[in-house]
């Protein structure tokens, strides 16, 4: 079988980095200002960069606009772009990436909110170059005359999205918007709750299929607008304010239940069937908590586990708890929750986890310290701080409304509005913990040797034309990485040789000579070394 495509860079991972001039702040007491107003929502532009929304003018109507920067803290579009509907005011927006290196938005097009009236949901999509792909105005995801509000939004990975809102009949539904802009499940989309007081949540949990939450309860639809799980929804017996998808088509539901007097933070498990796979009725990770009506931050574990974090009162001091669950609903941390900090603050509480080298977490704390100022901590598989033991400033700025992506090498980039001027402000911070600190390669702990073999999954995943596949070998070894389409037939040798103990990475390209053969769909990357096999799926659109 000849190789079908061309291996751009297979070297180990443990990479020099490389720094570059960047526009990103150094100092904590002034981070960069992108600008003025309310509400930031923060996406991935799929380079090391992002995309940030935010709501100009204090008063109303309020004006939604869009702004990019680069992985070095530049904008490549020199000014913001307005985001438009057809009513004077936009706001409450929310984003995500398209997949595509764009971004897609939907955010409420209103009458003046003081004086009532018309409420409706549209949606834009704005490609990396900062043009209006949806008109000049987006998209309605409902031609009803019934107000709407409350949206969550996903990629539907080809371009396209899905959209779930509450509307004023308290009914739940959900529209898909494909890529050039049209409605593909009716004028009004599909009814997902006829009556409910709770808003909706939207994942994402294979490349064609989508749940809604909402209250207790999960319903799957497929890209198509089918009611799946037998049109049945999943009660999982407590709330569902942090939802996210494990690694296996299935999803993790995360929050508190039990008695005013203790607070449970519990979790479960439910796979792509909807069956529970962790224990019933629910993993309970601590008691004694404090309830957060807007959910907890969550990410996911390789293995398919996930990473929690929640708040408990210590004395008179509200302190931030974590603790990593394997995928078969164990406890990693055997001795119970940890403190993310250990520094002795008044108050901390996270308001987001990002995954890091090793699948290790960094935490982005509000802490009592400084006039609660904004701090991060990073903590390995084994529950280690790896960063300042009195934890690493990110803003000494009381930063409200908080979110924080991946940079795509270890760290990650923050956004919250200042409550003294309303400046909205970022950071980005390395996998060192250091602000500004531009690592063009990944880095992971120097000379440090793998525990155990491991296969990654690419990244990212759907790609076009470039995906990295990262592996980890902790002895020497024969390796053999291959490529498979969904009969099983070979269609690339990605590595074949005896390799030293270290962490590899291959970057698998699409583009250029036979691969351009190759269609969008499902293939496989299965890695041999010694007496180890893994397998993994990758999922290529053209």
Known sequence: MPRLYKILLLVLAVFFP?????????????????????????????????????????????????????????????????????LPEQW????????????????????????????????????????????????????SETNQDEQAIVSDRQGGCIVAWRDTLNMIKVQRIVNNGVRAWGDSGVIVEINTQYLPRLIQTEMDKFIVAYGASLRKLDIDGNMLWGGQAVNVGFGTRSVIADNDGGVIVYDGTGSSSNILIVAQRIDSSGVFVWKNPYVVLDDSSIFNVQGNPVAINVDGGATFVWVKRVGNFNRAYTQRVRSDG?????????????????????????????DSKIYINADGRNNNSLYGQRIDSSGNRLWNTNDNVISLRQLGYVDAITDAVGGFIVVGFDQSDFGIRTQQVSVNGNLGEIILSVRESLFEIPQQLYLYQNFPNPFNPHTKIRFEIPERAHVLLNVYNLMGQEVATLVDGVKEPGRYEVIFSAEGGDASALSTGIYFYRLNAGNYTSVRKLILIK
């Open 18 to 86: 490389a720094h570059i001039y960047a526009q990103w702040s150094t100092d904590p007491s002034n981070n960069l200002i992108v600008g003025y107003g309310l509400n930031p929502e923060l996406a991935s532009d799929g380079a090391g960069g992002c995309y940030i929304t935010y709501e100009q003018n204090l008063g109303y109507p309020r004006r939604l606009v869009l702004e990019r920067l680069n992985r070095y803290g530049y904008k490549p579009w020199g000014s913001s772009i307005r985001i438009l509907g057809e």
């Open 92 to 143: 409450f927006a929310k984003i995500t990436e398209d997949g595509r290196g764009g971004v897609l938005i939907s955010y409420s097009d209103d009458s003046i909110a003081q004086i009532g009236g018309t409420f409706r949901i549209r949606v834009q999509r704005v490609d990396s170059s900062g043009n209006l792909l949806w008109g000049s105005t987006g998209v309605r995801v409902s031609l």
């Open 330 to 358: 164990s406890l990693a941390f055997s001795g119970g929750p940890i403190e993310v900090s250990a520094f002795d603050s008044a108050a901390n509480g996270t308001w987001a986890i990002v995954t890091s080298g090793h």
